[in-house]
Nanobody, 120 residues
Framework: QVQLVESGGGEVPAGGSLRLSCAVSGYRFRIVRMGWYRQAPGKERELTATIVDDGSTNYADSVKGRFTISRDTAENTVSLQMNSLKPEDTAVYYC??????????????WGRGTQVTVSS
């Protein structure tokens, strides 16, 4: 059974830093993309950062230059280093993994989310 377990959320003052981590276990597909989405109260879930299997990264404009996504292929973990945090970064952050298999097809799995609160 696939599990995506996020850690590292919490509350920090504006300008502070947090590092989110997500450990993936029990995944039967070949991972092609890992990433983070976030959902603020009253808003839709939005892409924050992704990293694909060749190491290419993609960031939301709102976090470019402040957030860095990284991946440990051997450990099947993905991390998000968040610096210069702003109150508008407050959200539940979700880890996601996309994979494919020649027999099973495609898959997209999600973690349960971790709360990040940035106080002004």
């Amino acid at each position: 059974q696939v599990q995506l377990v996020e850690s590292g959320g919490g509350e920090v003052p504006a300008g502070g830093s947090l590092r989110l981590s997500c450990a993936v276990s029990g995944y039967r597909f070949r991972i092609v993309r890992m990433g983070w989405y976030r959902q603020a109260p009253g808003k839709e879930r939005e892409l924050t950062a992704t990293i694909v299997d060749d190491g290419s990264t993609n960031y939301a404009d709102s976090v470019k230059g402040r957030f860095t996504i990284s991946r440990d292929t051997a450990e099947n973990t993905v991390s998000l280093q968040m610096n210069s945090l702003k109150p508008e970064d407050t959200a539940v952050y979700y880890c996601t993994v996309d994979g494919k298999d020649s027999v099973l097809g495609f898959d997209s799995s999600w973690g349960r989310g971790t709360q990040v609160t940035v106080s002004s």
